[in-house]
């Protein structure tokens, strides 16, 4: 009997342990877990504060660059240097007026770390500005009779769920509802990066109509070049702009920038002067997944010839460039690109770049900023758009 009690007593115990032992752990993982979400909360409330003192300077340095004063009876190359300089413009800058370069400078490293600086002829990622270059290989296609612009997404996508009579007006214009949130994590090719696209694409109906700018619907536009041409969409951009145009400093960021190639720098703070801290790489499936959205590089003297061809009607007709390049009843956006009332622009920013145009309506005259080092403090916005707007009015002779 004794034996007997001594063996439930051992039981007892082990029992006991095991439950402390459980109990323990579950409040372990719950401290875990608790200070868990509260890092990433407290992390979240750091970066609200941080891109609102960011924009705050942002915003004066722009009001700064806004009251420069400019004269027609000034030297350019002194009037346009005093505003970059008053930016703390890191990149290549290049003004054009009656198609003649009248300004081109360069500002700020290429590579820190091997004291390389930027020159006139430096290569950046144009990003979101190649949108307009799809926009423009989609209506090469319409010019050709291939497709419509009121044909739906459907006819392209069988497939897809939602959204189906979504139409490729309405995608060019960013007014649709789609929205991917994530890409592929692994490196992959053109068709896997549609098929993973059309598979994964999320539909919001109620932004159906509005302005809603997404990348899919560029990537998806791609994909439809695919189908139409039976080529790959980098074949198909590099015959029909690089090849046609004769572009020199330009191609594909994934076989890399070669000579004249520049480092993607950016700040994690509200710095505005470069300290050229942190540099920003960029992974392969990252590349693959910016498909016909994002992932070419040019100069400037590249990027202000192809926009300019295809205002001058180079490229597609100017009927159909006036088509494209319309206003939606939602904004400025139309065709891949901002619809201004005196003339076109275009932007990009991502992986430590940020790139910026200007353009007449003629394609004659106009301004490319295209940067290396993104601050959320001191973008190039403001200064391209005081540049531009100087050169219009006259005030740059």
Known sequence: MGRSIIVKQSKLLVTVLLGLLIV???????VHHTERQAAIAKKRQTDKALN???????????????????????????????????????????VVKDDHVIYNHAFGYA?????????????????????SMTAVGIMQLVQAGKLKLT??????????????????????????????????????????VIDYAKHNV??????????????????????????????????????????????????????????DATTGYH???SETTPGYEKTMPESKAQMANELGTGQVYMSNADLFK?????????????????ILHTRTATGEYGGGIYNLTNGVRSHGVGYGYESSIFLSPDGKTGVVLMSNYYR??????????????ELMKGDIK
């Open 306 to 322: 192809v926009e300019s061809a295809i205002l001058k009607g180079k490229l597609i007709s100017k009927r159909n460039v006036a």
């Open 267 to 269: 700040s994690e703070t």
């Open 111 to 131: 590579n820190k770390a091997k004291h390389v600086r930027n020159q006139v002829n430096s290569k950046y990622q144009i990003l979101s500005i190649q949108k």
């Open 52 to 94: 609102q003192k960011a924009a705050q300077k942002n915003s004066q340095l722009s009001r700064k660059v806004n009251q420069t004063t400019f004269s027609n009876s000034k030297d350019t190359d002194e009037q346009v240097t005093k505003v970059l300089k008053l930016s703390h413009f890191v990149g290549s800058a290049m």
């Open 24 to 30: 323990g752990a579950g409040g372990g993982y719950y």
């Open 376 to 389: 959320r403090s001191a973008g190039i916005q403001a200064t391209a758009n005081k540049i531009f707007t």
């Open 202 to 259: 999320y539909y919001y109906p109620e932004k159906n109509g509005t302005a809603n700018y997404s990348s899919v619907n560029f990537l998806l536009l791609a994909g439809i070049i695919r189908q139409l041409t039976g080529q790959t969409y980098k074949h198909y951009f590099t015959t029909h702009f690089i090849d046609k145009l004769g572009l020199t400093e330009s191609g594909f960021v994934i076989d890399g920038l070669g000579k």
């Open 151 to 192: 044909d739906p997404i459907s006819k392209f996508y069988p497939n897809l769920k939602h959204g189906r009579q979504t139409t490729i007006r309405q995608m060019l214009d960013m007014t649709t509802g789609f929205r991917l949130n994530t890409g592929l994590k692994e490196f992959a090719s053109e068709a896997k």
